[in-house]
């Protein structure tokens, strides 16, 4: 055997264990949680407050939530992104209570304080009990509004086609984590040996919502071609707000929270 042979051998032997690693661990690159408890600091002065509901596998989930600050008022559930916790998302999301809406801010097992291990059908069902809890606490299906952050768009969507919410609002939305993966991932076969897809371009032509899409134009994340492409699949009425100097985690920073708010009046 010559050397170059063995070369390539080492090569080859190197990339397939490459490629393994990755395939092991890849839920640990997609879904990066911190693992602390909620401080009061985060939400004091929101309104906001801890609650707890089941999921239906049996964990227990602790979330933050504020009823409408008016009986004719909608309360927005956010399904958030891949990192961090709820908490880091308090901030954000307050001019929204300040303009009267409801708010809960799911949080998923294996975040925050919740046990559990993140995985595709586990945020499914941690989605459907907090639908579920506010069903229970009289805050019907027509006054919610879905607000899927990056990763949270799979779960956003996944909903808005089984029952007509007043909105959907879908914050750089994706195809799917495979087309995403392919394209940080071009030298190993990506697409092929993600787990968790969640395909949201196998759904969004059955939403029964009014959507609203915001994609920033320089998000280096998930790409604005996946979002425009989400966005000319969904069924009417529809609306989108391509941010040009916005990134992944910058939208709020283009006066966009009055854009968002002039799209639910309107809807």
């Given at each position: 055997?010559?050397?170059?042979?063995?070369?390539?051998?080492?090569?080859?032997?190197?990339?397939?264990?490459?490629?393994?690693?990755?395939?092991?661990?890849?839920r640990?690159?997609?879904?990066?949680?911190?693992?602390?408890?909620?401080?009061?600091?985060?939400?004091?002065?929101?309104?906001?407050?801890?609650?707890?509901?089941t999921?239906?596998?049996?964990?227990?989930?602790?979330?933050?939530?504020?009823?409408?600050?008016?009986?004719?008022n909608?309360?927005?559930?956010?399904?958030?992104?891949?990192?961090?916790?709820?908490?880091?998302?308090?901030?954000?999301?307050?001019?929204?209570?300040d303009?009267?809406?409801?708010?809960?801010?799911?949080?998923?097992?294996?975040?925050?304080?919740?046990?559990?291990?993140?995985?595709?059908?586990?945020?499914?069902?941690?989605?459907?009990?907090?639908?579920?809890?506010?069903?229970?606490?009289?805050?019907?299906?027509?006054?919610?509004?879905?607000?899927?952050?990056?990763?949270?768009?799979?779960?956003?969507?996944?909903?808005?086609?089984?029952?007509?919410?007043?909105?959907?609002?879908?914050?750089?939305?994706?195809?799917?984590?495979?087309?995403?993966?392919?394209?940080?991932?071009?030298?190993?076969?990506?697409?092929?040996?993600?787990?968790?897809?969640?395909?949201?371009?196998?759904?969004?032509?059955?939403?029964?919502?009014?959507?609203?899409?915001?994609?920033?134009?320089?998000?280096?994340?998930?790409?604005?071609?996946?979002?425009?492409?989400?966005?000319?699949s969904?069924p009417?009425?529809?609306?989108a707000?391509?941010?040009?100097?916005?990134?992944?985690?910058?939208?709020?920073?283009?006066?966009?929270?009055?854009?968002?708010?002039?799209?639910?009046?309107?809807?």
């Amino acid at each position: 055997m010559t050397k170059i042979s063995l070369i390539m051998i080492y090569g080859i032997g190197i990339y397939l264990l490459v490629i393994l690693i990755m395939f092991i661990f890849q839920r640990s690159l997609l879904y990066q949680p911190s693992k602390e408890k909620l401080d009061i600091s985060y939400y004091n002065n929101t309104g906001l407050e801890k609650i707890n509901f089941t999921t239906l596998d049996g964990i227990l989930l602790t979330s933050l939530f504020k009823k409408p600050s008016k009986s004719d008022n909608n309360t927005i559930v956010v399904f958030h992104g891949n990192a961090g916790h709820i908490g880091h998302r308090v901030h954000k999301f307050k001019p929204f209570i300040d303009e009267g809406y409801g708010l809960l801010l799911l949080e998923y097992r294996g975040y925050g304080e919740n046990t559990g291990k993140p995985t595709e059908n586990g945020l499914y069902m941690d989605s459907k009990a907090a639908l579920d809890f506010l069903n229970n606490h009289n805050i019907p299906v027509h006054k919610t509004i879905l607000y899927g952050e990056s990763l949270g768009c799979g779960l956003a969507v996944k909903f808005s086609t089984t029952d007509s919410f007043k909105a959907t609002i879908l914050e750089a939305p994706y195809t799917s984590i495979a087309d995403v993966a392919m394209r940080q991932y071009w030298y190993i076969p990506a697409k092929w040996l993600v787990l968790d897809r969640y395909n949201i371009m196998n759904k969004i032509k059955s939403i029964k919502s009014p959507l609203l899409v915001l994609h920033g134009l320089k998000d280096k994340i998930i790409n604005i071609e996946f979002g425009k492409r989400v966005f000319n699949s969904a069924p009417k009425p529809k609306k989108a707000l391509y941010i040009p100097d916005a990134g992944h985690n910058n939208l709020y920073e283009f006066n966009t929270y009055k854009k968002v708010i002039s799209f639910l009046k309107q809807n």
